[in-house]
């Protein structure tokens, strides 16, 4: 009795924290907050008819696990939905996502009709193939969507997906628990996978949530460059101009250097531009731009007493963490230890 009250609560906060969330996504916009904004509703109403069980007294009854399962079933597909649109942005169309949702509703709808148990087994073993393919997937995903940052922007702060590595193993571990809690029927596992579900929720809210902000600040930034390939004789001509951008005005201290900022100044287009750094300086634009800024970093450091802070905003970069962490995989030493070396 005293673990159904548990129960009861956490499900209540559940209640509470999905709705709320997903009207703050709804309140936001955009195709992926409406994708989370979705989900969090679905699994707001799960918890909000398991409630409903606990009231009626029938927490053990078995006809319940199977209808709460069923529920949780149709919103794996959503957490990959997430996933897509987050590594691929624009990716996820109203054809991807009937796709994907549509055989889980399906499936579930024909349990609810047959009441066959071996589909409800069925369901649970394909959730979570589905759910692994879906993390490899977005694994893979998630260096090109890196690759791509790197071919645009001079930074990575606040948007590249590198924490979305934890959080697919926080998934992980959430669907492993998911299947635990569903084969087992034991209130006090449903009670830590309630409470796990909120507490990795919160943190997945919070990181989309931050993430989709930067994502709306930067525009249009991020899109498929044209497959057109640029001419060899263009192609020098626009790499002296760069050149003469970098190496004379030297545009690379610019902490927020976007390669749509050097197609502007050199009168050409994100096509060419990134050409150039892809094909002639064989090296992505984000590569190329803070081996410049560590160049001048590292000049600094020996010509002058400044300290790294100072040092880090003179060469281009929002804060000294980032400047040391990029220094460091340069030079193969921090700033401080470099000085050191190069005084000593």
Partial sequence: MENEIIVSFILGLSVMYFWMTAFLFVQKGGKLSFIVACLMSLLGIQCFISLFFLNEGAYLAPHYWP????IDIVAVPMYALILRELVKPGSVTLKVAMVNVLPFAVVVMAFILTGIMLINWLMILGAGIYGLVYMIWTHINIKKYNRKLKGQFSYNENINLDWLYKILWIFFALLMLWIIDTLSINVDIDCVYLAASI?????????????ETVMDSLGQEITELDETDPEETRLSDLGLRIERLF???MVFLNSNLKISDIAVAVGSNRTYVSAYFNREASSTFYDYVNGLRIEHACRLLKETEQS?????????YNSPQAFIRVFTKIKGSSPSDYRASISG
Avoid: N, Q
């Avoid at 790294?308 to 281009?316: E, L, M, P, R, T």
């Fill in 199 to 211: 507490v990795m929720w919160m943190i997945i809210d919070y990181a989309i949530y931050r993430h």
């Fill in 67 to 70: 209808v709460i399962t069923g």
């Fill in 247 to 249: 190496r004379e005005e």
């Fill in 308 to 316: 790294v802070k100072i040092i880090a905003s003179k060469s281009g």
